[in-house]
């Protein structure tokens, strides 16, 4: 199994900036590809954005331009740098490792899940 923990959520103006951390352990040599999404209440969870082991990223359209994905593998983190953030970002945000071997933002691709963080925007 890998275990997948978030922090770096937080409360946040608009047009403010987060950067939000996942740390993973256990069988980290299972996965490849990692991603991050969100849920706001009473809304389906979509996908914000995938990274594979070679740091190809793939991002959803409403964050394109103002969040970044990137990971060390060394120190086995992912991390979501979010700028300009805005109220529609509000939601709860988790952390997914996969299997699979290229970016991804489908979320039934996912094996893995942390528990989430709340970021809000208001």
């Known amino acids: 199994h890998v275990q997948l923990v978030e922090s770096g959520g937080g409360s946040v103006q608009a047009g403010g900036s987060l950067r939000l951390s996942c740390a993973y352990s256990?069988?980290?040599?299972?996965?490849?590809?990692m991603g991050w999404f969100r849920q706001a209440p009473g809304e389906e969870p979509e996908g914000v954005a995938g990274?594979?082991?070679?740091?190809?990223?793939r991002y959803s359209n409403p964050v394109k331009g103002r969040f970044i994905i990137s990971r060390d593998n060394a120190k086995n983190v992912l991390s979501l740098q979010m700028r300009n953030l805005q109220s529609e970002d509000s939601a709860m945000y988790y952390c997914?490792?996969?299997?699979?071997?290229?970016?991804?933002?489908?979320?039934?691709?996912?094996?893995?899940w942390g528990p989430g963080t709340q970021v809000t925007v208001s």
């Open positions: 256990g069988y980290t040599s299972f996965i490849d590809c």
């Open positions: 990274i594979d082991s070679d740091g190809t990223s």
């Open positions: 997914a490792a996969a299997r699979i071997g290229f970016p991804s933002l489908a979320r039934y691709l996912y094996n893995y």
